[in-house]
Nanobody, 125 residues
């Protein structure tokens, strides 16, 4: 079992930065592939970033490459999403997710077994 709690969301202006954190409980965190997804009302949840359990492999959606970075600190049971140069189109609820069954960073939400409650990110123009 893994419990995930996101934090760090908020309201910022375009061009600003935010760092989201996802605190995980459970002994299997350090062997879990972690992902960040986001969702806006009326749209499907979309992949933002993912990181393998040792942090050796990462993946980013094309829309955030060059602006967002994903990292993890297994000693702290935490995964981070550093978001720079935010744009209004980044506005969404951001979710942290864990995949305990694979070391492959998947962009598909169905591969992730555990989810956090989400944190709202709003970027004003």
């Amino acid at each position: 079992q893994v419990r995930l709690v996101e934090s760090g969301g908020g309201l910022v202006q375009a061009g600003a930065s935010l760092r989201l954190s996802c605190a995980a409980s459970g002994r299997t965190f350090d062997t879990a592939t972690m992902g960040w997804f986001r969702q806006v009302p009326g749209k499907q949840r979309e992949f933002v970033a993912g990181i393998s359990w040792r942090g050796r492999r990462t993946a980013l959606a094309d829309s955030v490459k060059g602006r967002f970075t994903i990292s993890r600190a297994n000693a702290k049971n935490t995964v981070y999403l550093q978001m720079n140069a935010l744009k209004p189109e980044d506005t969404a609820v951001y979710y942290c997710a864990a995949d305990l069954n694979s070391d492959v960073v998947s962009p598909y939400s169905r591969e992730y077994e555990y989810w956090g409650q989400g944190t709202q990110v709003t970027v004003s123009s």
